[in-house]
């Protein structure tokens, strides 16, 4: 090969060191040519774009907050609505189940009142009779006896009605005073009975299924302290 190129003229050497040349400078145009039609990555650009997303990230998670802190206070508001709903139901229930009871037991009360006149005036038609011309004259007392016996099957009547209601008279007379289901009217002495013992009844008592319709009002024993 040497030899070869040392037979070669000086102009041909000139000629194939040009033509060598010419072919690189093609290559670089070509490369060039190449490389034009790909983006060329600019770092200020990939930075502000990135910052641009970066905002956008920021301003989307506010809203998004935002959203999440109205539903946050649109759910509190529905619980507070359906509590105070609950609350409504509850006390319109309650109402209009204690309704009926507050009449059916304001009726009771007036059943016990005239009860309490029928027995007033059973009581007093069984009295003896205060003079002696009233006890000499029998035909006012067979009367009044006629009508107590009248009145006693009132009464009874009235006493059945009461029943039906499930209402019971209290059992006070000697037993210990109770406040919750006693009122006292009066104290006195026996000897027959310990302090705070009933003595008599001076006002019947009732109890509907166990709970206090009428507090019974009563006389109640109470020792004097001798000096």
């Not at 190449?34 to 809203?63: G, H, I, T």
């Not at 008599?200 to 109470?222: P, S, T, Y």
């Given at each position: 090969?040497?030899?070869?190129?040392?037979?070669?003229?000086?102009?041909?050497?000139?000629?194939?060191?040009?033509?060598?040349?010419?072919?690189?400078?093609?290559?670089?145009?070509?490369?060039?040519?190449?490389?034009?039609?790909?983006?060329?990555?600019?770092?200020?650009?990939?930075?502000?774009?990135?910052?641009?997303?970066?905002?956008?990230?920021?301003?989307?998670?506010?809203?998004?907050?935002?959203?999440?802190?109205?539903?946050?206070?649109?759910?509190?508001?529905?619980?507070?609505?359906?509590?105070r709903l609950e609350r409504d139901l509850t006390r319109t229930r309650e109402q209009s189940t204690a309704a009926p009871l507050q009449a059916e037991r304001r009726l009771l009360h007036n059943i016990i009142?005239?009860?309490?006149?029928?027995?007033?005036?059973?009581?007093?038609?069984?009295?003896?009779?205060?003079?002696?011309?009233?006890?000499?004259?029998?035909?006012?007392?067979?009367?009044?006896?006629?009508?107590?016996?009248?009145?006693?099957?009132?009464?009874?009547?009235?006493?059945?009605?009461?029943?039906?209601?499930?209402?019971?008279?209290?059992?006070?007379?000697?037993?210990?005073?109770?406040?919750?289901?006693?009122?006292?009217?009066?104290?006195?002495?026996?000897?027959?009975?310990?302090?705070?013992?009933?003595?008599?009844?001076?006002?019947?008592?009732?109890?509907?299924?166990?709970?206090?319709?009428?507090?019974?009002?009563?006389?109640?024993?109470?020792?004097?302290?001798?000096?």
């Open positions: 090969m040497s030899e070869r190129m040392s037979e070669l003229s000086a102009e041909a050497k000139l000629r194939l060191i040009d033509e060598f040349r010419a072919s690189l400078d093609h290559w670089n145009d070509a490369e060039d040519a190449e490389n034009s039609d790909k983006p060329q990555v600019d770092l200020f650009s990939l930075l502000s774009e990135m910052a641009a997303l970066k905002n956008e990230v920021r301003l989307e998670s506010r809203q998004f907050k935002a959203t999440l802190d109205e539903l946050r206070r649109f759910g509190d508001q529905l619980r507070e609505g359906n509590e009142d005239l009860r309490d006149r029928m027995q007033a005036g059973i009581d007093a038609a069984g009295k003896p009779p205060a003079s002696f011309w009233t006890r000499l004259v029998p035909g006012p007392t067979r009367f009044a006896a006629s009508v107590a016996q009248g009145q006693k099957l009132t009464l009874q009547r009235i006493d059945d009605v009461l029943d039906s209601y499930r209402v019971r008279p209290m059992q006070v007379v000697d037993q210990a005073f109770d406040p919750n289901l006693m009122r006292v009217v009066g104290i006195e002495d026996s000897p027959l009975a310990a302090s705070g013992m009933v003595l008599r009844e001076v006002r019947r008592g009732f109890l509907q299924d166990g709970e206090i319709l009428r507090l019974a009002e009563v006389i109640v024993c109470k020792k004097e302290i001798k000096s």
